[in-house]
């Protein structure tokens, strides 16, 4: 196990992890249909809006723990190798898991719904960024690697 990595994605996931709940209180208080329409909408605004800033946020800040004496090009580039392929990812799951969220749970335990989920996510997108990371590292370009390979 490499404790180091761990150490890290738990770091920045725990830096973001209480913006969920500001982030739904948001949503609830601003998205003002009812119904369906209303979790529909919701979920498109965090699907659309908030999942590629804090993704991306979070691939940065994890270039910065990795290394931050190459900041801020290493981050840049990290961003641009991780965050497309997490999100085409993010974009088969968490649409369908934040419809069930918006629908069936209660405003209060929202965010432990989503913890749950983002739990296992975060192992998934700690790969990507590692996987990613080390293509860099070893190819030094900006050569393109499938999602397949990852």
């Not at 919701?42 to 991306?56: E, T």
């Given at each position: 196990m490499d404790w180091k990595r761990t150490f890290r994605m738990g770091f920045v996931c725990m830096c973001y992890g209480g913006i969920n709940h500001y982030w739904y209180g948001f949503l609830q208080?601003?998205?003002?249909?009812?119904?369906?329409?209303?979790?529909?909408?919701?979920?498109?605004?965090?699907?659309?809006?908030?999942?590629?800033?804090?993704?991306?946020?979070?691939?940065?800040?994890?270039?910065?723990?990795?290394?931050?004496?190459?900041?801020?090009?290493?981050?840049?580039?990290?961003?641009?190798?991780?965050?497309?392929p997490a999100l085409r990812a993010n974009y088969c799951v968490w649409p369908i898991l934040q419809i069930i969220n918006f629908r069936y749970v209660p405003l209060n335990y929202q965010v432990l719904f989503t913890t749950t989920?983002?739990?296992?996510?975060?192992?998934?997108?700690?790969?990507?960024?590692?996987?990613?990371g080390k293509t860099t590292a070893t190819h030094k370009s900006n050569s393109y690697v499938s999602f397949q390979q990852i």
């Open positions: 208080r601003k998205v003002t249909f009812t119904g369906m329409k209303k979790v529909l909408a919701k979920m498109l605004f965090d699907q659309l809006f908030f999942v590629p800033v804090f993704d991306g946020l979070m691939f940065f800040s994890l270039s910065c723990l990795e290394n931050w004496k190459n900041q801020p090009e290493a981050g840049i580039q990290k961003v641009k190798l991780c965050l497309w989920g983002v739990f296992f996510w975060n192992i998934f997108l700690s790969d990507v960024a590692h996987r990613r």
